[in-house]
């Protein structure tokens, strides 16, 4: 298993072989899921005492199995959040695979998370976070979101009068799901901001003030969105970060989508207030064109985390020896043993550059507008509410839910594209609309015209 003989050059030279091919290729088939049965069925059994050997695994991966999936990156996959690794982030993953690096501690992996720590620099410059604001590469938002919560309520612990408390987080309706899952894994309440739109000051301090006296001591955090997920929209964060600061709570920023527009100057204004809080999350493998996975947070006071997520044991001691010290990505995040998960980001900025991120960035915002003025001008199709990041809701007037589904599943069969429903709330309850969200610099106009006109 571990012999370096002819059978492992045979198989490099599929592995690269076929990296190269994918990644050259712009318009990869939009494969669709088949039934587990069906591909039990296509490649038999896999796992075997003996193995069947890399050539055949491989031939059936490439043949059969990837055809059952997306192609995250297509320049029509619009749906849910999609992504586009750059090809020099990706082959920089295969780098980071190769080079075997334990990304917890310096002690082990100093040179990669050098590297991380420089493309950190760079995200925290993007928030306008104050000097000492620092952060950790996480396996995604959601693990983002909970290391920021875990230390939060630690942070609301540490008063003696709070140490028996269940904490309470406040958020919007809009804020992604995460939010109330992870809430649920710290045992903590959620309070929703009800709100069609964004969350605005006003809405937050009624929210506050309507609380009554054993609840309000209970709340220790407001979660604010950095761009919905469904539909692009930025809350109040300036106002929402005056509110926590009267009321001395911790003020967190989920910009998991969002956070890559930190660095389009056309929609930067929309993030004003980011720069006061106490954490920020924001996902790489969305919007700044990382693989998967690749997720951030960033404290305002690192040492905050520090203390809420170190581990210790006699086997960890030596980490803490002088001779080892260094910045140890595991004392600010929920894991421990951590892959390298910032590397392909890095490469993949030092490459291009800062400013052809910001192009990318802009890129998807300009489609996203595109889009808007295409659907203005169809007889047929209304926009829902005005573009925003790069999220588009609109309608297909006289529509119904199935309509909608239907459109989904045909344009996905028929290997055009993936575009899924969504919904939006109105006074008369949720209504069922199209979504797109745009991060491929690869998708064209023609692209949504081709797609918009599946809808006729
Ligand atoms: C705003 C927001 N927060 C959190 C998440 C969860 O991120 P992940 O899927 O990387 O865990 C998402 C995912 O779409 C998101 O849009």
Known sequence: MHNVDIELVEMTLDVMKYAINRITN???????????????ERVGETITPLGIGGEK??????DVLIKATVPIDHPRHLAFVPAAPTRAAVM????????????????????????????????????????????VFTSGGTAANLSAMVTAREYFRKKKENQNKKGCIITSAGAHSSIKAMAKVIDADVLLVETDDLMTAEALEEKISSLDKNTAERV????????????????DLDGI???CKDHNLWFHVDAAYGGGALAADSVRHLF????????????????????????????????LARTAHSQEGSYLDIIKDPGAQGFNPANYQIQ??????????????????????????????????????????????????????????FRRKGWTPDDYTNWTYKNHREGLALVTPSKWKTKEGFETVARFCFINPD?????????????K
């Open 57 to 62: 695994a491989f031939r059936l991966f490439r």
């Open 443 to 455: 998708t064209t106009e023609e692209d949504i015209q081709v797609i918009l006109d599946t809808m």
């Open 241 to 243: 970060a005056n509110i």
């Open 336 to 393: 421990l043993t951590r892959r390298l998960r910032g590397l392909p980001l890095w490469y993949s900025i030092a490459t291009h550059g800062t400013d052809k991120y910001k192009w990318a960035v802009e890129r998807g915002i300009a489609l996203a507008v595109l889009a808007g003025e295409l659907i203005s001008a169809s007889p047929d199709l209304e926009l829902i509410r005005p573009p925003s990041l790069s999220c588009v809701l």
């Open 92 to 135: 920089f993953d295969l780098v980071t695979s190769a080079s075997s690096i334990h990304g917890a501690y310096w002690m082990e992996g100093a040179g990669g998370i050098f590297c991380e720590n420089e493309a950190m620099r760079w995200l925290v410059k993007l928030t306008g976070m104050p000097e000492g604001a620092f952060g």
């Open 26 to 40: 712009q318009s990869p088939e939009l494969g669709s899921p088949r039934k587990e049965e069906e591909l039990k």
């Open 272 to 303: 004003n207030g980011i720069e006061k809080a106490d954490s920020i999350t924001i996902d790489p493998h969305k919007w700044l064109f990382s693989p998967y996975d690749c997720g951030a947070i960033i404290y305002k006071e690192p040492e």
């Open 220 to 235: 220790f955090a407001v979660v604010a969105t950095g761009g919905t997920t469904n539909a692009g929209i930025v809350d």
